[in-house]
């Protein structure tokens, strides 16, 4: 029952934070250890990551299917090659190619070394500070009609950088998005398009771990905690395509640089442990 608890709790926390500039993976790293929990482990934050990305193909089911239809039809009848939909289609298949493949090259990095404290709470807070920069600085004149495919490569590079609990696969996708002049929305809602094909594939990749690899819960937990996460997630992501319409990401970073700087001063306290 215990497990189930603290699944419910990491689920929640999960959907909560997964579409919110803030890292997910930093959140059920920090948290889990500061309770006295322990490490959860990789394979089981990637595996209910999967939970929040249904969440996304049930909320954008509609743009998906545009998306996927015309994006097929383009392969065989060049009328559709230059429609939005058909463009889109290969913005998230090349735009999500660099955290593919470096997901696969630093599987063990990613496992032991990116999972050290002092690490994440550093990231943290830089890449705190580079969304406020980015979106203070950041142009808003453009929409996603008027995306490239060097602009989908900048933002899918950028999400790599969040291999790195702490980093942000939104807040790395936003901070790149408004450095080349998107608007909020926009690129918020490109950055949901673009988590779906790395988050699912790095969830079904760790699938086999979940019995008996680093992790510490079973199938039970992790089962219970991706349906927990998918309801939550999907709440946050209605929510957070309204806030950025109209707001900042100020609120964003400064709860990443307190978080972050926190996390330090526990880790040089001794409360936790790296």
Not at 22 to 40: K, T, Y
Not at 72 to 80: A, G, I, Q, V
Not at 204 to 225: C, H, K, R, S, V
Request: hydrophobic letters at 55%.
């Amino acid at each position: 029952m215990e497990d189930f608890l603290q699944a419910l709790f990491l689920g929640t926390l999960q959907g909560l934070t997964e579409f919110l500039p803030i890292s997910s993976s930093a959140h059920l790293r920090i948290f889990p250890e500061l309770f006295g929990w322990g490490d959860p482990g990789a394979a089981f934050t990637a595996v209910i990551q999967i939970g929040t990305e249904l969440a996304v193909l049930v909320y954008f089911r509609h743009d998906i299917w545009q998306i996927a239809k015309t994006w097929t039809l383009s392969l065989f009848k060049p009328e559709y090659r230059g429609h939005l939909d058909a463009r889109m289609g290969w913005f998230v298949i090349i735009g999500s190619l660099p955290i593919v493949v470096l997901g696969i090259f630093l599987k063990e990095t990613i496992e032991s070394n990116f999972r050290n404290l002092w690490l994440i709470a550093v990231m943290l807070i830089v890449m705190g500070l580079v969304l406020g920069l980015a979106d203070k600085l950041g142009g808003n004149e453009k929409r996603v009609k008027q995306m490239t495919i060097r602009d989908s490569v900048l933002m899918g590079a950028a999400q790599a950088a969040a291999l790195i609990p702490g980093v942000s696969r939104s807040g790395a996708t936003l901070s790149m998005g408004r450095c080349l002049g998107y608007e909020r929305a926009a690129v918020t809602r490109f950055a949901f398009l673009l988590a779906i094909p790395a988050v699912v594939g790095a969830g079904i990749f760790q699938l086999n771990e979940i019995p008996n690899g680093d992790n510490m819960y079973g199938w039970g937990p992790t089962i219970f905690a991706t349906v927990v996460s998918f309801v939550v997630g999907y709440a946050a992501i209605a929510w957070l395509l309204r806030y950025v319409s109209h707001h900042t990401l100020a609120p964003f970073v400064v709860y990443r640089v307190l978080l972050g700087a926190g996390v330090l001063a526990l880790l040089a306290a001794g409360v936790l442990s790296a």
